[in-house]
């Protein structure tokens, strides 16, 4: 099993979207960076677990946790001239962009925020709160995984 963070803006879809959806299960599209893109089309896998993080957002942080449900396939948005996420160089016998689905486990009693992972000397090489890192889909450790939720339980 592997772990992972990903991103999204909470006024966009939140982890409450998540856990209102259908089977409190949706897919997990738009993502267009290519570095991104290779951790879901190649090692993202069934079971692995997920931190949802808000970004864009105040303040910044960890809200719960998801698990893949459906490894990757092609992600139909790049396909849809009237969707947001529209990359006319993606072609159906050949995408260049894929989604998994994701499934709610559970939304943490309070957010972990920003700053109180980066004051977390536990954490002090999680790639979230590395200089530059604005990936939207990263891998995290089993330590790290594991040090976010003994911090959402205090």
Not at 17 to 34: E, F
Not at 82 to 105: G, L, N, R, T
Not at 122 to 144: D, W
Request: aromatic residues 12%; contains cysteine; charged residues 35%.
């Amino acid at each position: 099993m592997k772990y992972w963070l990903i991103k999204s803006e909470p006024e966009v879809f939140s982890i409450d979207d998540l856990a209102k959806a259908k089977n409190q299960t949706t897919h997990w599209d738009g993502v267009r960076n290519y570095q991104a893109r290779n951790f879901i089309r190649d090692d993202m896998k069934r079971g692995d677990k997920v931190l949802f993080y808000y970004s864009n957002s105040e303040p910044n942080a960890i809200a719960g946790i998801c698990e893949i449900v459906k490894e990757a396939y092609p992600d139909s948005s790049a396909f849809d001239p009237k969707d947001i996420h529209y990359d006319p160089k993606s072609k159906k016998d050949s995408p260049a962009w894929f989604m998994v689905d994701i499934k709610f486990v559970k939304k943490f009693s309070r957010v972990i925020p920003l700053n109180e992972i980066k004051a977390n000397k536990k954490l002090q090489k999680m790639r979230l709160i590395q200089p530059g890192n604005r990936l939207s889909v990263m891998p995290v450790t089993k330590e790290e995984f594991e040090e976010i939720e003994k911090m959402a339980s205090r």
